[in-house]
């Protein structure tokens, strides 16, 4: 079926403001990944969902945020008091274990 | 700590040239080096992968090296043509397994007729 889809495209937000990311990933896949892409720059891995393990957080930035995987599959990465160095696009990727990752078209979020 | 160089940042040939990327990781528990091309304001999509129980691997104009004990690995592109302009990453699995990818900065290729 389809591919890896993110929701919204695009989101202008305030500074101060909560924002959520939705990734519904390629059905089937196992794994789910959240990467940030600022402008002009690489990939900066977020946070890492591998089935009913416990997830790797390890990238992510600070307490401000977080991200949840609902039934193993449809996942939020939520921004909370967004700043504005929190502009970037965030790309969701997800595999089957031990595949390549399919990355989403991202949304591209950013803060006034 | 996990890190991914890539060099050089930007490369400009002329079509029908050949292409170099390389990149070196810091982590010897890697064991899986994908290649993306990402055009403006698309998506990456993988090109190449490598596993690290291979040295080479090679899709028709498009080719991977690997050199575990030095840390490198490389991306070369033959015959290069105007729709191969784009920016490339290379990645590394940072432990073993196929976990999250550590990636380099991008190469940003353009390709002159």
């Known amino acids: 079926g389809a591919g890896v889809s993110q929701s919204p495209s695009n989101k202008v937000t305030e500074k101060g403001k909560d924002v959520e990311l939705r990734c519904d990933p390629i059905?089937?896949?196992?794994?789910l990944y959240w990467y940030r892409q600022s402008l002009g720059q690489g990939l900066e891995f977020l946070i890492y969902f591998q089935g009913n393990s416990a997830p790797d957080k390890s990238g992510l930035p600070s307490d401000r945020f977080s991200a949840e995987r609902t039934g193993g599959s449809v996942s939020t990465l939520t921004i909370q008091r967004t700043q504005q160095e929190d502009s970037a696009v965030y790309l969701c990727?997800?595999?089957?274990?031990?595949?390549?990752?399919?990355f989403g078209d991202g949304t591209r979020l950013s803060i006034l | 700590g996990e890190n991914v160089e890539q060099h050089p940042s930007t490369l400009s040939v002329q079509e029908g040239d050949s292409a170099v990327i390389k990149c070196t990781y810091s982590d010897s528990a890697s064991n899986y080096f994908p290649w993306y091309k990402q055009e403006l304001g698309k998506r990456p999509q993988l090109i190449i992968d490598i596993r690290s129980n291979v040295g080479e691997k090679k899709d028709q104009r498009i080719a991977v090296t690997l050199n575990k004990t030095a840390k490198h690995f490389s991306l070369h592109i033959t015959e290069t043509q105007p729709e191969d302009s784009a920016v490339y990453f290379c990645?590394?699995?940072?432990?073993?397994?196929?976990?999250?990818?550590?990636f380099g900065a991008g190469t940003r290729l353009a390709v002159h007729p």
């Open positions: 059905s089937g896949h196992t794994a």
């Open positions: 990645a590394a699995s940072y432990g073993a397994g196929y976990n999250k990818l550590i």
């Open positions: 990727a997800s595999s089957y274990l031990g595949q390549p990752q399919h």
